[in-house]
C-alpha cells in the first residue's frame, strides 16, 4: 500500500497581482514529488480560482480548499467558511482545481487555504505482486539473499549457523521456519537502513520476538519505543502482557497510565479479564501509581 504525505499552505491574494502562488512546494516524506498552489483572478473580476499543480511524477491529491472573507468575518460573529473538498489525479505536471472558488464583491481581504494529502503513483498505479506471493501460491519456500557477511555481523546466533566447524563457506542457507517471511523481510529492511511500514502493535511485537530470539540488539530498543508511542486501548492487553513478560519499565508506566484514565472499560475487557492474576494485580499496581503522580487518589 503506498504511503501518504500531508502538506498544507495558505495565500493571502492582492487585488493588483493577478496570481498568487506558493510557488513550487517540497512535500514532507517525498522528496521525489513537488506540488504547488495558486489563486488567480478570473477575468470576469468578480471570482478568485484555486489550482493545484504536482510535478515530479503521478500522484492522486485529496484535501480540501478553505476560502476565508475577512470582509465578511469582521461583521458576522459565526462566520465559518465551508471547505471545499476535492480529489485529483495527476499524471504529467497538469494543473487542476476550481475557477471559481470565492466571490471576490467590493472588498479583496482573503485568506485561501489548501490543505492536501498526497498519494505517490495516484489511483492508476498497479501495486507490486511481491516475491513471497508466488512462493505462497506454488508452494515454494520463501528464500532471501543476504551477504553472510552483513548477517554475522548483525547476529551472533546467524553467525554461528554460517560457521560451520569453525570453517566459512562461501555460500549458506539458514532456515527460520517459526516466523513469517514478512516479519523476517521487515527485521532485515529495519536492520538496512530501510523505513519500514510497522503497522500494528502485533506486528511489532512478532519483529521484537524475532529480534530477541537471534540476538539482533540494535533495533530492539526501537521498536519497543515505538511500542510506547503508538500505544491505544484497543491494543492494550497485547501491548500490557509484553511489557510485563520482558520487563519494559517505560512501556509499563505508559500502560499503567492508560489503565488509569480507561479503568471502567479495560477493566471489563474480556482479555484482560483472562490474564494471569499477578499480571493482573501487577497492572493495576502501576494504574494506581499513575494516579498518584497526577495527584489524584486511584
Known sequence: ??????????LH?????????????????????????????????????????VVGGPATVTGTIVAFDGYVAKYQKYYKPEPKPFKFNFEKGE??????????????????????????GGDTTIPPTMV??????????????????????????FRAMLDTDGEETETSVIEIEDFAFDVVKRVIHHCCGRTVAYNTPATVMEMLRFCEKYNIKPPIEKLQAWLNANLKVDDFVQTADYAWKHSIKPLQDKCGKMFYNNIEKLSRSPDFLEFDPNLVAAVFKAGAAAGKSFGLRF
Not at 1 to 10: E, N
Not at 32 to 37: E, G, P, S, V
Not at 106 to 115: D, K, L, Q, R
Not at 132 to 157: T, W
Open 132 to 157: 513471497h506471493e508466488f512462493m505462497q501460491y506454488n508452494g515454494c519456500d520463501a528464500v532471501i539473499k543476504i551477504d553472510r557477511d552483513f548477517l554475522s555481523m548483525i547476529s551472533p546466533e
Open 1 to 10: 500500500m503506498s504511503r501518504l504525505f500531508t502538506d498544507s499552505v495558505s
Open 95 to 120: 494543473r487542476h482545481g476550481f475557477g471559481k472558488i470565492i466571490e471576490v464583491g467590493n472588498h479583496f481581504w482573503f485568506e485561501i487555504t489548501c490543505n492536501i494529502t498526497i498519494m505517490p
Open 13 to 53: 491574494p492582492n487585488e493588483d497581482e493577478r496570481v498568487d502562488s506558493s510557488g513550487l512546494r517540497k512535500i514532507p516524506g517525498c522528496p521525489h514529488l513537488q506540488w504547488q498552489f495558486d489563486v488567480v483572478q478570473r477575468s470576469d473580476g468578480q471570482h478568485l480560482g484555486a489550482y493545484i499543480k
